[in-house]
Antibody, heavy 120, light 111 residues
Framework: EVQLVESGGGLVQTGGSLRLSCAAS????????MSWVRQAPGKGLEWVGN????????YYVDSVKGRFSFSRDNAKNSLYLQMNSLKAGDTAVYYC?????????????WGRGTVVTVSS | VLTQSPLSLPVTPGQTASISCRSS???????????LNWFHQRPGQSPRRLIY???ARDSGVPDRFSGSGSGTDFTLTITRVEAEDIGVYYC??????????FGQGTKLEIK
């Protein structure tokens, strides 16, 4: 079964850090771009950014540039999101999702999400 | 920027629902394709892709769902609406190099 499972969410103070993980199974992870998408409570979907199959290219939405960083370990079929200098506005459910065809075919598979709460 | 309308859509079961998605710029990619997708999110669930490249249905999506449009104007049409269709529908494009954008979402509810 093709699956993505996020983990690592939790409650963190403003200015703190958190590292999210996304474990992939059921498909050749190294063949796909991977993205993070977030959803603030009661709000719509916001693309956070993505990372190329080999990790050589990464793109971020402006609001997280310089604070968030993506990485991946293809040997472990895992995607990571390092979040630093967290703000209240980063509170959201964070989903990982895959994209194919050089990133243009997005997002056919999603995880269930992990909740990040940033509080003072 | 993708602008959806309406933002709220009450529908009687069995009727047809239509959601519009308009882009501030053409979504035609240099390869000639238009990477406009539609997603459905039920309460408490992850989004699910329904339609990709304007009009192609994902596996398992009922043929009651159809996508149409071109350039900057796109429409998701749901015929014979059922109770299970409730939730929020989002359009999304990934046409411009590695910058994705979602519409605000349209909440479909059953009358």
């Amino acid at each position: 079964e093709v699956q993505l499972v996020e983990s690592g969410g939790g409650l963190v103070q403003t200015g703190g850090s958190l590292r999210l993980s996304c474990a992939a199974s059921g498909f050749r992870f190294s063949d796909y771009w991977m993205s993070w998408v977030r959803q603030a409570p009661g709000k719509g979907l916001e693309w956070v950014g993505n990372i190329k199959e080999d990790g050589s290219e990464k793109y971020y939405v402006d609001s997280v540039k310089g604070r968030f960083s993506f990485s991946r370990d293809n040997a472990k079929n895992s995607l990571y999101l390092q979040m630093n200098s967290l703000k209240a506005g980063d509170t959201a459910v964070y989903y990982c999702a895959r994209a194919y065809d050089d990133g243009l075919g997005a997002f056919d598979i999603w995880g269930r999400g992990t909740v990040v709460t940033v509080s003072s | 920027v993708l602008t959806q309308s309406p933002l709220s859509l009450p529908v009687t079961p069995g009727q047809t629902a239509s959601i519009s998605c308009r882009s501030s710029e053409s979504l035609v990619h240099k390869d000639g394709n238009t990477y406009l997708n539609w997603f459905h999110q039920r309460p408490g669930q992850s989004p699910r892709r329904l339609i990709y490249k304007v009009s192609a249905r994902d596996s398992g999506v009922p043929d009651r769902f159809s996508g149409s449009g071109s350039g900057t104007d796109f429409t998701l049409t749901i015929t014979r609406v059922e109770a299970e269709d409730i939730g929020v529908y989002y359009c999304m494009h990934g046409t411009h190099w590695n910058v994705y954008s979602f519409g605000q979402g349209t909440k479909l509810e059953i009358k």
